[in-house]
């Protein structure tokens, strides 16, 4: 029997009508489908792709605990891999649903690396959560020859602190409870009125706000945007 064909589907930031043609397609002829959850949650990836799901299809479910340590979600993630494994033995193709691209910040790449060597494994790319946020803030982020730094929000306050110093444009993300930090390091550094909140980019909860007036409490799913200089793409 052939094996199967694991495909790593990128689903966009949230918006169902970001779900790229070959996403959708892949997704709606699936009979077998895989997807993380967080500490026993609803699966985001799964909420932004439902419509798209066959009523037929069996869903393969991966809790991932949110803890500091890496161990329990490692062992979640190989656990699902194996669960995975089984279908594509069979000889069933398996699409694993991961909000915003695969390979940037996404649990599919824990899925990549321990199926890739034994499997076919075909990576789908889609829409991330720093182009959806830059549109829907009207912020462009770079151009030319600028150059665009990525920090995750839990970051030492030194390293941040150097970071944002060096950067040109930066894209700061997985906010959440860091925000009271991340505002700080970014007034302090006299930044703060060219920084932008946004959280929930292309939901109905979308909030877009200058970061001196984000809310105290963060979602995970929100960003910090920040450019120096004025109009540098004009």
């Not at 479910?61 to 995975?84: C, F, K, L, N, S």
């Not at 950067?167 to 302090?188: N, Q």
């Not at 920084?195 to 980019?201: G, N």
Request: charged share 20%; net charge negative; glycine share 8%.
């Amino acid at each position: 029997m052939s094996k199967g064909t694991l495909y790593g589907v990128g689903v966009g930031p949230g918006a169902p009508d970001l779900i790229t043609l070959r996403a959708a397609r892949l997704i709606e002829n699936a009979t077998v489908v895989a997807y993380p959850t967080l500490a026993g949650g609803d699966s985001f990836a799964r909420a932004i792709a439902a419509d798209l799901i066959r009523p037929d299809a069996r869903e393969i479910v991966m809790d991932v605990p949110m803890t500091v340590e890496r161990a329990p979600a490692q062992a979640a993630y190989d656990t699902g891999a194996d669960t995975i494994a089984a279908a594509l033995l069979n000889g069933d193709d398996v699409v694993c649903l991961c909000e915003g691209d695969p390979f940037f910040y996404g649990s599919f790449m824990y899925l990549f690396a321990r199926l890739n060597g034994d499997f076919n494994v075909e990576v789908v790319p889609g829409v991330t959560s720093i182009t959806a946020c830059a549109a829907t803030a009207g912020m462009p982020l770079v151009a030319r020859n600028e150059r665009l730094t990525v920090l995750p929000g839990p970051l030492p306050e030194a390293e941040l602190r150097a970071r944002i110093e060096g950067a040109e444009s930066v894209a700061i993300m997985k906010v959440g409870r860091h925000l009271p930090k991340l505002r700080a390091v970014i007034e302090d550094l006299g930044l703060l009125e060219q920084a932008v909140y946004v959280e929930r980019a292309t939901l109905a909860a979308e909030v877009v706000l200058p970061l001196a007036q984000a809310p105290e409490k963060a979602p995970y799913f929100s960003m910090i945007l920040l450019t120096k200089g004025a109009d540098p793409w004009l």
